[in-house]
């Protein structure tokens, strides 16, 4: 066997290890978003990717690792809002409605993985990592929402929470899917309670 010839195949089987632990993390993501991590087997996995359960562990020993690797994924395709376009905007009121806004369909786009993950992370040690993830960036775009906002003490302090509040699946999810609110409707609610808790003399 000559040395290119060994270089090929060595290439090709990297080539198919790595096909392989793509479909088995696309089943992953796949069977998480449907009916969510805790009631996702290994044997599932294994079985929607064509591949036996050694091959899925050893690509995967444990579940941190394939978790990590569905997350990974999975926000590959639904990535997260630019915070740097919201930075641009001067004026924080309008600054807020344009982060909402992207906020709430990029929920919309990734809702029954959102759901699903949210709702077994409790039983699901695995899947801290991936929440802790998104608890950091939600602290940081919160951040970037106060910036130009004149409130001090515990009124400052009430305004982060309220936008935090704007901010979260939870809320998206209540007013969308639980009250019915548009859209624009839900935008335009959270916004005002934004403004209201900025005004001074209500606290």
């Not at 090709?12 to 805790?38: K, Q």
């Not at 993830?133 to 602290?139: E, I, L, P, V, Y």
């Not at 940081?140 to 906002?149: D, F, K």
Request: hydrophobic share 40%; charged share 30%; net charge positive.
């Amino acid at each position: 066997m000559t040395s290119t010839s060994r270089a090929y195949r060595k290439r090709r089987r990297a080539e198919l290890e790595a096909e392989t632990r793509l479909r088995i993390t696309e089943a992953a993501v796949h069977l998480h978003g449907s009916i969510g991590p805790a009631r996702t087997t290994i044997s599932a996995v294994a079985e929607r990717a064509g591949v036996q359960r050694a091959t899925v562990y050893r690509h995967f020993p444990n579940e941190e690792a394939l978790f990590a690797a569905c997350s990974s994924h999975w926000l590959s395709q639904h990535p997260l809002p630019d915070m740097t376009a919201w930075t641009a905007i001067e004026h924080p009121d309008v600054r807020l409605a344009a982060a909402l806004q992207e906020m709430y369909r990029w929920y919309e786009r990734g809702e029954e993985m959102q759901e699903r993950v949210r709702r077994d992370v409790a039983i699901v040690p695995a899947l801290r990592p991936a929440m802790e993830a998104s608890a950091r960036w939600t602290k940081t775009a919160t951040e970037a929402l106060m910036r130009g906002r004149l409130a001090r003490g515990r009124r400052r302090r009430q305004v982060r929470a309220a936008i935090g509040h704007t901010l979260a699946f939870e809320t998206w999810r209540s007013l969308r899917r639980e009250q019915g609110l548009s859209e624009r409707e839900a935008i335009s609610l959270m916004a005002g309670m934004v403004a209201f808790s900025a005004r001074p003399g209500r606290h």
